[in-house]
């Protein structure tokens, strides 16, 4: 459930404070209304402020804490520059039997790091019974992504090829699959 908060007014008595006497006295009521009632209003609205403020503190600590755990896993899916940089063993079984061929899975990967909206990534999810999918990032938001774990990833925010590519996102994409450290993905999808 979705409860939207908002900031609570001291809504006054719809009658005079001594109105209710003698069932209930107007000291009572003022006591009642004006301070007991009071308190739980402003210090409800205070609340609500320090939740908005965790709220973004929570936003800022998961763009921050997922851009630096989708960088663990970029930095160490690459290695020094090979022709013919295929995978081998598991990994590459497991590419075969959930896109085709190779060929085909590089085909689509690329393709999602070329269409990334923006900053992102392209991403090679394993879920939890070792399907393989291609994905793409906006942004670094793992957020709903529970069980599927990224095992290779390509950084395709504008830093990440700007200096050596200029705008030529697709040079990049192409040059990196050079770069893929294979075994690391291997150790990842195990
Ligand atoms: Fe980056």
Redesign the pocket.
Known sequence: MVVVMKTLNIIPLPYAYEELEPVISKQIMELHHDKHYAAYVNAANMALEKTEKNREVMRDFSFNYN?AKM?EV?FANMRKARENNLPEGNISEMINSNFGSFENFQKEFSLAASSVEGSGWAVLWKDEDNILSIGQLEKHNLLGLNGMKPILVL?V?E??YYLDYLNNRAEYVKGWWQVVNWDDVEQRFK
């Open positions: 851009g960088h970029f950084d925010w830093h990440a």
